[in-house]
């Protein structure tokens, strides 16, 4: 009898895994450091901040045009036969903008809004229709005035896909490439002036014998949508400075670059 019970009282007063450890009490205690040694960095895309999102606040800059490769499909221009003005060329639709944004960046979501001033670059010249059969005497001349520009606003959305994470570098630096688009809306400021022909007169004939009498001003919204389709590339320097290179679509085509302070 005592063979039989003696063995089974040993079995139940022995812990199932006697190798293991007990279970230690209260509160888990903080990792412990050696002396002289940091502790580890935060990191921009791996350690949000407490509210669960990052806040920036930039300036951005970019160069948007209208290529000639598009514009010759409504509009002559000088290297075609029969062109009005052979010393002067069909005016560039170019400009550059310049203004501030605000994001919000979480892990791969990221959310812009921004407001900004589009100036123009445009010259004036002459604007001659694509028509069959061609007719060179029948454009318009166009002069802009002083401060031809837009006023623009809106907001977009960037999904984010990291190459570098700033946890990979020790926090000192981070690289993603983000694509996405947007709604704004856009108030333009100033106008152009215009002259058109008139009997056997060409527009430019008009404004070169009057150029201080404009027939009219060109009918032109003065307030219309912003469309975005934008991609680019962040970079992270640090957890404090972004800078960003981009393109896309800004209702005219667009490079331009941003630079950012996130908090």
Same mark, same amino acid.
């Given at each position: 009898?005592?063979?039989?019970?003696?063995?089974a009282?040993?079995?139940?007063?022995?812990?199932?895994f006697?190798?293991?450890?007990?279970?230690?009490f209260?509160?888990?205690?903080?990792?412990?450091?050696?002396?002289?040694?940091?502790?580890?960095?935060?990191?921009?895309?791996?350690?949000?901040?407490?509210?669960?999102?990052f806040?920036?606040?930039?300036?951005?800059?970019?160069?948007?045009?209208?290529?000639?490769s598009i514009?010759?499909?409504?509009?002559?221009?000088?290297?075609?036969?029969?062109?009005a003005?052979?010393?002067?060329?069909?005016?560039?639709?170019?400009?550059?903008?310049?203004?501030?944004?605000?994001v919000?960046?979480?892990?791969?979501?990221n959310?812009?809004f921004?407001?900004?001033?589009?100036?123009?670059?445009?010259?004036?010249?002459?604007? %001659?229709? $694509?028509?069959?059969?061609p007719?060179?005497?029948?454009? +318009?001349? #166009?002069?802009?005035?002083?401060?031809l !520009? =837009?006023?623009?606003?809106g907001?977009?959305?960037?999904?984010?896909?990291?190459?570098v994470?700033t946890?990979?570098t020790?926090?000192?630096?981070?690289?993603?490439?983000?694509?996405?688009g947007g709604?704004?809306?856009?108030?333009?400021?100033?106008?152009?002036?215009?002259?058109?022909?008139?009997?056997?007169?060409?527009a430019?004939?008009?404004?070169?014998?009057?150029?201080?009498?404009?027939?009219?001003?060109?009918?032109?919204?003065?307030?219309?949508p912003?469309?975005?389709?934008?991609?680019?590339?962040?970079?992270?320097?640090? %957890?404090? $400075?972004?800078?960003?290179?981009?393109?896309?679509?800004? +209702?005219? #085509?667009y490079?331009g670059?941003?630079? !950012? =302070?996130?908090?």
């Amino acid at each position: 009898m005592l063979r039989l019970v003696l063995p089974a009282l040993a079995a139940l007063s022995t812990p199932a895994f006697a190798s293991e450890a007990p279970e230690p009490f209260g509160e888990p205690l903080a990792p412990q450091f050696a002396e002289g040694e940091a502790e580890p960095a935060s990191t921009t895309d791996d350690m949000l901040p407490r509210r669960g999102y990052f806040m920036e606040i930039g300036f951005r800059s970019r160069y948007v045009t209208v290529p000639d490769s598009i514009l010759d499909i409504w509009y002559f221009n000088e290297n075609d036969d029969g062109w009005a003005l052979p010393n002067e060329k069909r005016p560039d639709l170019q400009g550059y903008s310049l203004g501030l944004e605000y994001v919000v960046k979480g892990e791969s979501a990221n959310g812009f809004f921004y407001f900004e001033y589009i100036n123009s670059l445009m010259k004036q010249g002459y604007w %001659d229709d $694509v028509e069959e059969p061609p007719s060179h005497t029948d454009g +318009d001349y #166009l002069v802009p005035t002083d401060g031809l !520009g =837009l006023l623009s606003f809106g907001a977009d959305y960037a999904y984010e896909l990291h190459f570098v994470r700033t946890a990979q570098t020790n926090g000192q630096f981070g690289m993603s490439f983000l694509v996405g688009g947007g709604l704004g809306m856009a108030i333009m400021l100033g106008h152009l002036d215009r002259w058109g022909p008139e009997g056997q007169l060409a527009a430019y004939q008009r404004y070169q014998a009057n150029p201080d009498t404009p027939d009219e001003i060109k009918r032109i919204p003065k307030v219309f949508p912003m469309v975005d389709l934008n991609a680019s590339l962040r970079f992270n320097f640090g %957890d404090r $400075v972004v800078f960003r290179v981009e393109g896309g679509l800004h +209702d005219l #085509l667009y490079v331009g670059g941003a630079l !950012g =302070l996130m908090f």
